[in-house]
């Protein structure tokens, strides 16, 4: 599936902008709460993403129509992105993608419309590791966490200390983050999963690719989210 045919698919879910100001910074998202919300799941953008991902856009619409609450958010500033556009130093900056994001996760807990539910982290690419070291640090607060083509071995010594239940989500033509992850599934907690897609890259850009690692992350979330 290529970004253009995701973008035709793309529904019509009500996505609210929000600011959330976070020690000195404002950090832009885009919210949906569904009536009836089960939880929110948060959504940990990898390297040169941000929260006009076509790619999250699907998949948090997926979610959206599993009951779920969804919240795309940057975790660099407008500025940042524009000087990460020539040095691509922030995107690897795990501690500060971290801190950014349980800066988010604390806004949301704030938040009366969906601070009262349970709450999962989606990290893709660099985020995956981000949203592991925030599980590691907030064990009590999230409650699953998915990795999709995701980088957990950056996260390092936080991955010992992952209490949360997580699903690896990896094609197994992405060879080189294929054994990261093999590797990162060794320290992770016994109720880690690591679930392997046939004939599928690092994008899951095949025909159905993206659908099924949607449908997988949707029921992990529908299994611990409660």
Not at 66 to 86: I, M, P, Q, R, V
Not at 135 to 153: F, N, T, Y
Not at 194 to 220: C, I, N, R, Y
């Amino acid at each position: 599936m290529t970004v253009g045919d995701i973008d035709t698919l793309l529904p019509l879910r009500r996505d609210i902008d929000v600011l959330m100001p976070l020690d000195g910074i404002t950090l832009e998202g885009l919210l949906s709460v569904p009536k009836q919300a089960k939880g929110i799941v948060l959504f940990a953008p990898g390297s040169g993403g941000d929260r006009h991902s076509s790619r999250n856009h699907f998949v948090a619409e997926q979610l959206y129509k599993h009951g779920f609450s969804t919240l795309l958010a940057d975790l660099l500033t407008e500025a940042e992105e524009k000087a990460e556009a020539e040095t691509q130093h922030s995107r690897f900056d795990i501690p500060l993608l971290a801190e950014r994001l349980g800066g988010i996760v604390e806004w949301v807990e704030k938040h009366d419309k969906i601070g009262d539910k349970p709450l999962g982290l989606f990290g893709a690419s660099t985020g995956a590791a981000s949203a592991l070291v925030v599980a590691a640090k907030l064990p009590e607060k999230i409650k699953a966490v998915v990795s999709h083509s995701g980088r957990p071995d950056l996260a390092g010594e936080s991955l010992d200390k992952v209490e949360t239940p997580t699903l690896l989500i990896v094609g197994n033509n992405d060879k080189e983050v294929l054994r990261l992850n093999e590797m990162a599934l060794a320290q992770l907690n016994n109720h880690s999963h690591l679930e392997v897609m046939a004939a599928a890259g690092h994008l899951f850009e095949e025909s159905g690719a993206l659908e099924t690692a949607t449908k997988l992350a949707a029921g992990w979330f529908e299994k611990y989210l409660h």
